[in-house]
């Protein structure tokens, strides 16, 4: 079976790094997608990567590992209104896009 | 429109009832996904379709039907609502054809069925 894991739950500090990470085993592999989602709202699109290695955007990064089935996104300079649920979604071979369950990122102060 | 609408944006329903969730795209895309989002499980596909006319099942597709006529809408159809239908259901749509098949989400339809 196809499987994304992810944590549930993460907490940090604000203006702290908090790096989460997503394993996955599924039948094929055409990219890794992470999502940001704010509570009661829709998923917005994050980072893509299929090759390995890093992506940076801004203060989000995104990295893959292939071999491993493995990616994590990492966030600087954390600010209160990045918390929220991030997805983890692997597209397989059948270009269907397979979801984690998604880790809910709580930032205090 | 500017993207991706659904309506209602809620609604609560008698088991048995007949519903339809409405979803239209301005974007152009060609393809069109509905979406479940339940509490402690990731998005779980329920149907798409890749190009006007034609449509595809997903992993819950059961209990559910769609069409897809023109490119812009692609509307959901539960023909005898069920209590396990309650969830929170969210409208994409992408470009197939671009670099990264990125997908865009309309803003859900809360459903609750009693």
């Known amino acids: 079976g196809q499987n994304i894991d992810q944590p549930t739950e993460m907490t940090a500090t604000e203006g702290a790094i908090v790096q989460i990470n997503c394993t996955y085993q599924?039948?094929?592999?055409?990219?890794l997608f992470w999502y940001q989602q704010h509570a009661g709202e829709a998923p917005t699109f994050l980072s893509y990567?299929?090759l390995d290695g890093l992506e940076e955007k801004g203060r989000f990064s995104s990295f893959l590992s292939r071999s491993k089935g493995y990616s994590y996104l990492l966030l600087k300079e954390l600010q209160m209104k990045d918390s929220a649920s991030y997805l983890c979604?692997?597209?397989?071979?059948?270009?269907?896009?397979?979801w984690g369950a998604g880790t809910k990122l709580i930032i205090k102060p | 429109i500017a993207g991706i609408t659904q309506a209602p944006t809620s609604q609560i329903l008698a088991a048995g009832r007949r519903m339809t969730l409405r979803c239209t795209q301005d974007?152009?895309?060609?393809?069109m996904y509905w979406y479940r989002q339940d509490l402690g499980l990731g998005l779980r596909l329920i149907h798409y379709?890749?190009?006007?006319?034609?449509?595809g099942k997903g992993e819950v597709p059961d209990g559910y039907s769609v069409s897809r006529a023109n490119t812009d809408d692609f509307p959901l159809t539960l023909a005898s609502a069920v209590p396990s239908q309650t969830s929170v259901y969210f409208c994409?749509?992408?470009?197939?054809?671009?670099?990264?098949?990125?997908?865009?989400f309309g803003p859900g339809t809360r459903l609750t069925v009693l």
């Open positions: 599924t039948s094929g592999f055409n990219g």
């Open positions: 979604a692997v597209m397989d071979s059948n270009y269907q896009l397979i």
């Open positions: 379709s890749n190009t006007a006319g034609t449509t």
């Open positions: 974007m152009r895309h060609n393809a």
């Open positions: 994409a749509s992408s470009d197939t054809r671009s670099s990264v098949d990125t997908q865009y």
């Open positions: 990567n299929v």
